[in-house]
């Protein structure tokens, strides 16, 4: 009974590990025929086109779509390189559509990766010192996206009897002398602690400016033609060409019989 109870235990925990390390992946048609050619990112970032805003496409150099102005906050799923340009999926709207946009016309928001670019030299292994807090079961939790974010991504009201103790590595020191611990996992959730201050909700959030484009309305954001978008030019020309000629010669026949 109790290797069946192990056994058990083990696939539960190897379940939840899978569940909290799936990707996710758009719901989109260019996608799910050119998976093996995209590249994995998943980073935010602001719209953010010389314009005033930016295209959204059905696919890479495809059929526009949509207009949204400067300054929308977009996740960017994955990427692909096509003729020197790199295209980003991104879900938009209130129905979740997804689209393609031109990543040259997005600013990067500031995240957990840009953080470690930016700091990862000060980065220090643990050495033990918050032993007493990775091993309670009695004591308040919070993880933040990174130092200074203002973003909590997971608050334990404690830290569960029986479950892996905290593993912080590396850790890192803000200006203020507080010392920040990075858990790779524990309980589905990844993020930083203050291991100074774990429970406080109310730490220093770092503010930071986004040199922003002016936005202008959607509407008058002028829109890159694509190869698609000259051909249905030339529909619309084909079609207008065939109605004047029909139209000619009818006004012939009609002059003919008045004559």
Sequence with gaps: MKKLLCALLTVWLLAVTVSADVIWTPDDNFYNTHANQCEYLDRSYYTNGVEGGVVLYEKPGGRDIAVLENGVALR??????????????????????????????????????SFTEEHEAEFVPYDGS????????????????????????????????????????????????????????????????????????????????????????????????????????????AAVAAVCGVTAVLLFRMRRKHT
């Design 76 to 113: 960017v799923s994955f990427t692909y390189e096509k003729d020197g340009t790199v295209w980003g999926v991104v879900e938009y709207g209130e129905s979740r559509k997804t689209g393609w946009l031109d990543m040259k016309d997005m600013l990067l928001i500031y995240d957990n990766r």
């Design 130 to 237: 918050f032993a007493e807090l990775c091993k309670s079961e009695d004591r308040r939790v919070i993880f933040w996206s990174y130092p200074g974010s203002g973003q909590i991504v997971a608050d334990f009201d404690h830290l569960e009897q029986g479950y892996s103790e905290l593993l912080p590595d590396p850790v890192w020191t803000d200006a203020d002398g507080r010392v920040w611990g990075r858990i790779g996992y524990y309980m589905a959730a990844r993020g930083w602690v203050c291991l100074s201050d774990p429970a406080n909700e109310n730490l220093p959030v770092t503010e930071r400016a986004y040199d922003l484009h002016p936005s202008a309305a959607p509407e008058t954001v002028p829109v890159v033609q694509t190869s698609h978008t000259m051909d249905n030019l030339w529909v619309v020309c």
